[in-house]
Protein backbone atom coordinates (compact mmCIF):
# COMPACT_ATOMS: atom_id res chain seq x y z
CA UNK A 1 0.00 0.00 0.00
CA UNK A 2 1.42 3.25 -0.90
CA UNK A 3 2.38 5.22 1.88
CA UNK A 4 4.21 8.94 2.46
CA UNK A 5 7.63 8.90 3.69
CA UNK A 6 9.23 11.50 5.83
CA UNK A 7 13.09 11.99 6.38
CA UNK A 8 15.10 12.13 9.09
CA UNK A 9 12.84 10.91 12.12
CA UNK A 10 14.20 13.00 14.69
CA UNK A 11 16.58 16.10 13.73
CA UNK A 12 18.08 18.19 16.44
CA UNK A 13 19.75 21.53 15.66
CA UNK A 14 21.14 24.46 16.99
CA UNK A 15 19.36 27.85 17.63
CA UNK A 16 19.86 30.28 14.35
CA UNK A 17 20.93 26.63 11.79
CA UNK A 18 18.57 25.82 8.98
CA UNK A 19 17.30 22.67 8.91
CA UNK A 20 15.36 20.82 6.01
CA UNK A 21 12.97 18.54 6.14
CA UNK A 22 12.22 15.86 3.71
CA UNK A 23 9.03 14.09 2.50
CA UNK A 24 7.87 11.67 -0.16
CA UNK A 25 4.45 11.89 -1.21
CA UNK A 26 2.48 9.49 -2.13
CA UNK A 27 3.37 8.93 -6.33
CA UNK A 28 0.06 10.18 -7.55
CA UNK A 29 -0.95 12.79 -5.58
CA UNK A 30 -1.19 16.43 -6.28
CA UNK A 31 -1.69 18.11 -3.17
CA UNK A 32 1.03 18.06 -0.69
CA UNK A 33 1.03 19.78 2.73
CA UNK A 34 2.67 20.03 6.14
CA UNK A 35 1.57 20.26 9.86
CA UNK A 36 3.27 20.86 12.99
CA UNK A 37 2.55 19.23 16.42
CA UNK A 38 3.90 21.12 19.37
CA UNK A 39 4.64 18.34 22.26
CA UNK A 40 1.20 18.19 23.86
CA UNK A 41 -0.96 20.70 21.70
CA UNK A 42 -2.86 19.60 18.64
CA UNK A 43 -1.75 19.47 15.17
CA UNK A 44 -1.26 22.36 13.43
CA UNK A 45 -1.98 23.58 9.76
CA UNK A 46 1.32 25.42 7.82
CA UNK A 47 1.03 25.41 4.42
CA UNK A 48 -0.32 23.36 1.18
CA UNK A 49 0.92 23.44 -2.16
CA UNK A 50 0.14 22.50 -5.39
CA UNK A 51 0.73 22.88 -8.93
CA UNK A 52 4.52 23.74 -7.86
CA UNK A 53 3.32 27.01 -6.03
CA UNK A 54 1.91 27.71 -2.05
CA UNK A 55 -2.22 27.30 -2.05
CA UNK A 56 -2.65 28.86 1.34
CA UNK A 57 0.04 29.05 4.61
CA UNK A 58 -1.19 30.04 7.94
CA UNK A 59 -0.04 32.70 10.34
CA UNK A 60 2.51 29.92 11.47
CA UNK A 61 4.23 29.99 7.84
CA UNK A 62 5.92 33.43 8.04
CA UNK A 63 9.15 34.36 6.69
CA UNK A 64 11.41 31.76 8.09
CA UNK A 65 10.01 29.26 6.39
CA UNK A 66 9.58 27.66 2.66
CA UNK A 67 8.57 24.67 0.92
CA UNK A 68 9.99 22.84 -2.56
CA UNK A 69 9.18 19.93 -4.72
CA UNK A 70 12.66 20.12 -6.11
CA UNK A 71 12.07 16.97 -8.61
CA UNK A 72 8.79 14.97 -9.22
CA UNK A 73 9.28 12.96 -6.09
CA UNK A 74 10.49 15.08 -3.02
CA UNK A 75 8.37 17.94 -0.85
CA UNK A 76 10.49 19.93 1.48
CA UNK A 77 10.12 22.23 4.17
CA UNK A 78 12.99 24.56 5.19
CA UNK A 79 13.41 26.68 8.08
CA UNK A 80 15.98 29.23 7.59
CA UNK A 81 17.50 30.45 11.06
CA UNK A 82 15.37 27.85 13.71
CA UNK A 83 14.23 28.90 16.86
CA UNK A 84 13.45 27.63 20.18
CA UNK A 85 10.00 27.33 19.87
CA UNK A 86 10.43 25.62 16.51
CA UNK A 87 10.81 22.39 18.24
CA UNK A 88 7.99 20.33 17.34
CA UNK A 89 6.36 17.44 15.19
CA UNK A 90 6.62 18.12 11.70
CA UNK A 91 3.84 15.86 9.39
CA UNK A 92 3.88 15.93 5.98
CA UNK A 93 0.66 15.00 4.27
CA UNK A 94 -0.79 14.40 0.74
CA UNK A 95 -3.98 13.74 -1.08
CA UNK A 96 -5.41 12.85 -4.83
CA UNK A 97 -7.12 15.54 -6.84
CA UNK A 98 -10.50 14.83 -5.52
CA UNK A 99 -11.70 17.85 -3.17
CA UNK A 100 -12.77 15.55 0.01
CA UNK A 101 -10.20 13.02 -0.09
CA UNK A 102 -8.87 12.13 2.75
CA UNK A 103 -4.84 13.27 3.75
CA UNK A 104 -2.70 10.92 4.34
CA UNK A 105 0.30 11.52 6.57
CA UNK A 106 3.61 10.71 6.76
CA UNK A 107 5.43 9.27 10.40
CA UNK A 108 6.66 13.02 10.79
CA UNK A 109 10.25 14.27 11.87
CA UNK A 110 10.80 15.44 15.45
CA UNK A 111 12.76 18.70 15.62
CA UNK A 112 14.47 19.98 18.33
CA UNK A 113 15.76 22.57 18.56
CA UNK A 114 18.75 23.44 21.38
CA UNK B 1 -14.20 26.80 21.54
CA UNK B 2 -12.13 26.48 18.96
CA UNK B 3 -12.88 24.52 16.25
CA UNK B 4 -12.93 20.50 16.20
CA UNK B 5 -12.65 20.30 20.29
CA UNK B 6 -12.77 16.78 21.85
CA UNK B 7 -13.96 15.95 25.13
CA UNK B 8 -13.44 14.12 27.02
CA UNK B 9 -9.43 15.37 27.28
CA UNK B 10 -8.43 11.69 28.29
CA UNK B 11 -10.33 8.51 28.92
CA UNK B 12 -9.32 5.32 31.19
CA UNK B 13 -11.56 2.14 30.09
CA UNK B 14 -11.48 -1.78 30.86
CA UNK B 15 -10.20 -3.68 27.58
CA UNK B 16 -13.59 -4.85 26.21
CA UNK B 17 -15.42 -1.91 27.13
CA UNK B 18 -16.92 0.41 24.27
CA UNK B 19 -15.18 4.18 24.20
CA UNK B 20 -16.75 7.07 22.88
CA UNK B 21 -15.10 10.37 22.15
CA UNK B 22 -17.01 13.71 21.42
CA UNK B 23 -15.91 16.19 19.47
CA UNK B 24 -17.60 19.81 18.25
CA UNK B 25 -16.81 22.52 15.73
CA UNK B 26 -17.75 26.09 14.96
CA UNK B 27 -17.82 26.45 11.33
CA UNK B 28 -20.00 24.35 8.65
CA UNK B 29 -18.25 21.41 7.58
CA UNK B 30 -17.61 19.62 4.13
CA UNK B 31 -16.60 16.47 5.97
CA UNK B 32 -15.11 15.27 9.63
CA UNK B 33 -12.13 12.97 10.02
CA UNK B 34 -11.07 10.86 13.18
CA UNK B 35 -7.50 10.54 13.34
CA UNK B 36 -5.37 8.24 16.02
CA UNK B 37 -2.17 8.87 16.73
CA UNK B 38 0.23 6.00 19.21
CA UNK B 39 2.43 8.13 20.99
CA UNK B 40 4.99 10.27 19.42
CA UNK B 41 3.99 8.41 16.00
CA UNK B 42 2.29 9.94 12.93
CA UNK B 43 -1.42 10.20 12.67
CA UNK B 44 -3.17 7.34 11.05
CA UNK B 45 -6.40 8.05 9.46
CA UNK B 46 -9.55 6.33 10.78
CA UNK B 47 -12.82 7.08 9.05
CA UNK B 48 -14.01 9.89 7.11
CA UNK B 49 -17.91 11.42 7.24
CA UNK B 50 -19.31 13.53 4.79
CA UNK B 51 -21.42 16.74 5.91
CA UNK B 52 -24.54 15.30 4.21
CA UNK B 53 -24.14 11.83 6.18
CA UNK B 54 -25.12 11.08 9.82
CA UNK B 55 -23.31 7.83 10.40
CA UNK B 56 -20.67 5.89 9.19
CA UNK B 57 -19.17 2.31 10.28
CA UNK B 58 -16.15 0.59 9.76
CA UNK B 59 -15.18 -2.75 11.85
CA UNK B 60 -15.50 -1.40 15.24
CA UNK B 61 -15.58 2.43 14.63
CA UNK B 62 -18.95 3.88 14.70
CA UNK B 63 -18.76 8.10 13.94
CA UNK B 64 -21.65 9.75 14.20
CA UNK B 65 -22.77 13.34 12.65
CA UNK B 66 -24.47 15.94 13.77
CA UNK B 67 -24.44 19.39 11.65
CA UNK B 68 -27.41 20.95 13.45
CA UNK B 69 -25.19 20.68 16.58
CA UNK B 70 -22.15 20.89 15.28
CA UNK B 71 -20.93 17.49 16.61
CA UNK B 72 -20.03 14.50 15.97
CA UNK B 73 -18.57 11.18 17.95
CA UNK B 74 -16.17 8.38 17.58
CA UNK B 75 -17.42 5.04 19.41
CA UNK B 76 -14.79 2.49 19.75
CA UNK B 77 -16.88 -1.15 20.56
CA UNK B 78 -15.27 -3.61 22.14
CA UNK B 79 -12.03 -1.70 23.17
CA UNK B 80 -8.22 -3.21 22.89
CA UNK B 81 -5.46 -2.87 24.57
CA UNK B 82 -4.13 -1.80 20.64
CA UNK B 83 -6.58 0.84 21.01
CA UNK B 84 -4.65 2.93 22.94
CA UNK B 85 -3.90 6.09 21.47
CA UNK B 86 -4.78 9.70 21.20
CA UNK B 87 -7.96 10.14 18.70
CA UNK B 88 -8.58 13.74 16.93
CA UNK B 89 -10.87 15.08 15.17
CA UNK B 90 -10.10 17.03 12.07
CA UNK B 91 -12.58 19.75 10.07
CA UNK B 92 -12.37 20.16 6.96
CA UNK B 93 -14.04 23.39 5.38
CA UNK B 94 -14.13 25.83 2.21
CA UNK B 95 -12.72 25.83 -1.12
CA UNK B 96 -9.11 25.66 -1.45
CA UNK B 97 -6.84 23.69 -0.99
CA UNK B 98 -8.75 21.66 1.93
CA UNK B 99 -6.23 21.94 4.90
CA UNK B 100 -7.41 19.94 8.24
CA UNK B 101 -8.23 21.63 11.19
CA UNK B 102 -7.35 19.87 14.07
CA UNK B 103 -8.98 19.39 17.82
CA UNK B 104 -6.85 19.04 20.82
CA UNK B 105 -8.09 15.22 20.94
CA UNK B 106 -8.54 12.67 23.52
CA UNK B 107 -6.14 10.31 25.31
CA UNK B 108 -7.34 7.27 25.23
CA UNK B 109 -6.23 3.94 27.58
CA UNK B 110 -7.42 0.39 27.52
CA UNK B 111 -6.25 -1.21 30.52
CA UNK B 112 -5.44 -5.00 29.47
Known amino acids: EPEVTQTPSHQVTQMGQEVILRCVPISNHLYFYWYRQILGQKVEFLVSFYNNEISEKSEIFDDQFSVERPDGSNFTLKIRSTKLEDSAMYFC????????????FGPGTRLTVL | SQQGEEDPQALSIQEGENATMNCSYKTSINNLQWYRQNSGRGLVHLILIRSNEREKHSGRLRVTLDTSKKSSSLLITASRAADTASYFC????????????FGKGTKLSVIP
Open chain 1, 93 to 104: ASRGLAGHNEQF
Open chain 2, 90 to 101: ATLSGAGSYQLT
